[in-house]
């Protein structure tokens, strides 16, 4: 029986493949990071979660490499 | 005298849920004060027993306790004397015990550090993790007696039992630290000695800093994530209100650097030493706010090459029963020469020459 991914396994690997939107964030947060409030990074965070969602779907073979070498 | 008693037949989630009729035992509180419960001792030991069924990964992240528990086992070599019996109060996974049967890292071809150390009692209310390595080697080595205890808080020994009580990483989890002592202080002999090493004020500032500005940002609050920890100023009072004499207490940082945030927690669930604040948040961080903490963990305190660094700050305290015939310290101004001129009095040499 092949072991169980962790959701905290999966979370990591995904959030490990959006670095630039993770750095971005975290420079707009530490920029004034003693007057903290809610949605003070709304944007960048978007753009990081948007980046952590699309690199957390499961990977779909759609026209895969091999396919379009044949075309070409 | 002794009586007979059914509570060894009942299950152990049961057992914990009956009261303790037949058990007086010393303990003090603060007059007037209420008694504040801070951490649930059931989480507690929820987390602690699931933590060590899955022996591999307990057995993986047992590298803070070793080390800690490596140093605290230095701390009782520098005392030059014999102990008969011993207390491992909070044992955890008897790394004490693993430890004291290794030799001294300073002197590798001495034997085993045990040697001055007759039996060992290892306490801790979790019974799986306390069991978890009874049946590796180090236990031949070493007498070593395990007893699963009700509580934390409670220590089911007689006055004046132990030669010393060892405390390796636990005590951080107690509500009601002055009573503990003082009961550690109860159970000893006189002139005997208390080492204990705890988890202290800034340990995880990192985690918990980042955590705090990603829910502040997400969510517009904090919640509790980290334990409310003692500060190195506190022990010295409290080990002084237990009753114990010549105090001694230091501190220790262990910075341990992690790839990201997310294997730091599942290291400290994996210890067993996950948020068990009563007040805290019932269900896990939510995901947004893990992600967001990822992110400014990094950029806050994050290293060059891309890891994150935790720091752990130890606080030692060694204290002694009182006794008569202790020895005690000389009364001011009572010194017979200057400790400035003892310490300048090999400098002077070097210094002509730098």
Known sequence: MPARTRPIDKLATAAAKCSTESSVYG????ADYNNVRKDMCATEFLKLKECYLVRSLPKIEWGS???STEGV | MTTFSIRAFIPPLTRRCLPLQ???RYAVQAPGAPMLEIFSGQQKWMQKERAASDTETSRSVDYLRDEVASRLCERVLDINRHFPRVLDLGANACNISRMLTLPSEETPDKGPR???IGTITAADPSETLLHRDADLPFNKEINIVRDVLTTSELLPYEANTFDAVLSSLSLHWINDLPSVLAQVNNILKPDSPFIGVMMGGDSLYELRTALQLAELDRRGGVSTHTSPLADVKDIGGLLQKAG??????????????????FSLMKDLQAMGESNAVLAREKGGIHRDVLLAAESIYKELH???DGTLPATFRLIYMIGWKPSASQAKPLERGTG??????????DKKPGEGKE
């Open chain 2, 244 to 261: 114990f004499n010549l105090l001694t207490v230091d501190i220790d940082d262990i910075v341990v650097d992690f790839p990201d945030t």
């Open chain 2, 114 to 116: 045990s040697k001055r």
């Open chain 2, 22 to 24: 037949a058990t007086r």
């Open chain 2, 302 to 304: 994050g290293n060059e």
């Open chain 1, 27 to 30: 420079k707009c947060i530490f």
């Open chain 1, 65 to 67: 490499a091999d396919q």
């Open chain 2, 336 to 345: 017979m020469f200057s400790i400035k001129d003892y310490l300048e009095k």
